[in-house]
């Protein structure tokens, strides 16, 4: 028996052959249990999960095996993330203590609304946020001890009538219009939809909008009115808008209104996922890792709506365009004014319809009254202001005393329910208007005086009548003494004086001249006498005393020393005239006639100031 | 030396003239004319707009009669509580400013020249003398009549009624108490378009500007019609 030798390259590839699958599934095996040690090692969670806006929440990442990389801030909008940092602790599992690793995440959104954060580890599931508005609920109540949380109500519905799911049938968009037909201007109350499922659609990316341009549509509240309903067997935040259409012109059209979305959206084929899901767990989850979400935008079926025109037959003169059904009435305060004093007619028109059609036009009437632009405001009674009351303030003055009447105010309208213009109207109110307040008070005033038993005030009897044409007028209101021109007189005529009080100088002549005619008079006589006693006596008393208050001393300081010094050489003639004087009083000396002359000039001289 | 001096007066004096002439024209005011706008006013209900002119007018008449009989009738129609003059406010209020402006010119000349004749010549002492003394009356006259004017010089009336004197000059301010139109009231303070104001009862607040009319009107108001 030959045997065939043995190709040990053949054996070394057939070995290869069989081990090569074996690493590979072993290799695969590790990397699987590399992720699910990974998964098992750190996730996060986040607290709470439902909020309100204005409050923040907290993403906690943990890790119990060792350190923990930074990880990726996730983008979601309406939502901002905040690192915060991190910190070390123990987890307690199965009764060991492990060392942990934290980070710290604040997120905090920016509108209400249900929010889908993607995992932050790679093998972490998403989070889901809800933000509630500030007035609802504390959703922190959860915590509480004596309230539990209350339920959200959830109703198992089929497809409403009208809904078509979009977007992978994570949402929908529905618009509600009355079936009937409307006019023109009319407004119309609707309601607007929209439904998402929370954790696939992770945002709205804004209001609803109505396509096309022959509509108008009052704006929306960003707080919808939110309920959740299961929609075939998949729960959906519901959220519904009431708001008020207006067609601008007549026609059949076509409505519909779209939302932008972010969704995440599946884009691989049903094929792959089968694949995924026959190759296990791991496969099928890393496929549904990689969806990200899209920014989208849905639209809801159209409904078809069919505006009519207004009639023109029938149509008032004053007709606005108020299309609606209203009621009007009217008062006016204060019912009892003075002549001039301004009272405030007012107009109430409530009911329901376009309240900005309804102008104060109706105030044009009132011609005999002196009036001033009216101001108006409205009080809506829905969210929408479909219903509601306008009220028109419109001051009023009367220029004369008396009754006075205020013409009925009428208003047009078009009734869509009975399709016909009508015109409601009010009646006319009567007012007293009473004498000025000036008048009125002073006849109050002088009634109150006489029954009181006093005299009546003189200013009782009214205002004193106008005066004539005024002949004189100033520019200035301040009186003269507080204009600075005008001080400036006073001021120069003071200085003038007081400089000439310093500047003038007594005249000592004229100070003596009267004592010294005085003398003179006596020195005649006493020559024409003959008495020489008392001729030399009266010149000498009367020439030093002079001298005196020529020269500021006494005449008792006057020496011959100080004549001869003063006087020169009438000096001498006056030291004579002294020693005259001794000698007549003492020794009877008797000059002649021609003396006495002599003397009379040269005393005449000295008392006078005037020289021989 | 005396040439040079007195064509320098000269000089200055018209440089004086023309920077007067050259000034802006002015509203004119008078007596009878501001009489006649507040009777205008009380006819029409304003109070507050006649007792402005009213004061105004009894700025530059003290003493019309009309005008006085006039702002107590509007006054007592508008409930607001007026003060009788006293005797010496009369006396000191009887003649018009400006008649008592020169009176204090003229004061002020008789008593310079009666100091300045005593001391030129000494006859006629009592002339002298009653020529000082009768120039000191008048003098005292003219600054009565002065002080007397001084406060209403500040004085403002409320031309709203139910105007807020609030505690702060803003316009948000609390309201510390109201006043009732044609009051009048004394200026204390002003704070942008707000005037602390004081009433005759001794209250205190912050008036908006618009609210009051000034007995002098400012150099902004515009001229009466």
Known sequence: MRTRPIHWSKVIVAILGLIAPIAIAIANAMAMADGMADAALAYETMEPPRIRLGDSAMIRVTSLDGYLKNVPLPTVPGLTFELLGRSQGLEFVSGKSIPSTYILIRVTPQFTGLFSIPGLTPTSRSLGLEVVSGDEPNPYALHSHNQFPQPLKVSPAPIPKGIQLKAGGAAFVQLVIPTRAVYVGESVPVDIEVGIRPGIVTSMNGLPTLSGTDFTLNNLSKQPKRSDQVIEGSPFAVMTWHSVLAAVKPGDFSLSVETPLSVKINTHSAEDIAIAARMGWPFLQSMYNGIVPKDITIASPSSALKVLPLPTQGQPKDFSGAVGDFQVSSDISPARVAAGDPLTLRLHISGVGNFDRVDSTMFDRLDRWKTYPAKSSFTPSDAVGYKGEKVFEQPLIAALPGEQTIPGLEFSYFNPNTQHYERAHTQPVKVMIAASLADSSLSALAAAQSLNGAPTNQSARGLRPDHPRPQSSVSEMRPLYFQALFLAVPATLALILAGSWFAVRPNPARATSKSAERALAQLDAAAQSGDSSSFFEVARTALLHTFAVRWQMSPDQITVAELKARLGPAGEDIERLCALADEAKYSDYEPGSTDFQHWLRLIRGQLTGERE | ??????????????????????????????????????????????????VLNYERASLLAPDDADINANLEYVRASAHVATEPRTRFARIAQAANPTLAAWIGVLGIALVGVGLLARKLAPRFQWLRAGGVLLGVALIALTVSNAMLLWPR????????????????????????????EAETVTITAEHEDFILIRTRGGLSGWVARANLGTVVPQLSEPPPP
């Open chain 2, 153 to 180: 010089m500040h004085e403002a009336v409320v031309l709203i009624n139910q105007t807020p004197a609030r505690v702060s000059p803003v316009p948000m301010g609390d309201t510390a108490f109201v006043l009732r």
């Open chain 2, 1 to 50: 030396m005396r040439a040079p001096t007195i064509a320098m007066l000269i000089v200055g004096l018209a440089l004086w003239c023309g920077q007067t002439l050259a000034q802006p024209w002015q509203p004119r005011y008078s007596a009878d004319g501001l009489y006649n706008l507040a009777n205008s006013y009380a006819r029409a209900g304003k109070p507050g707009l006649a």
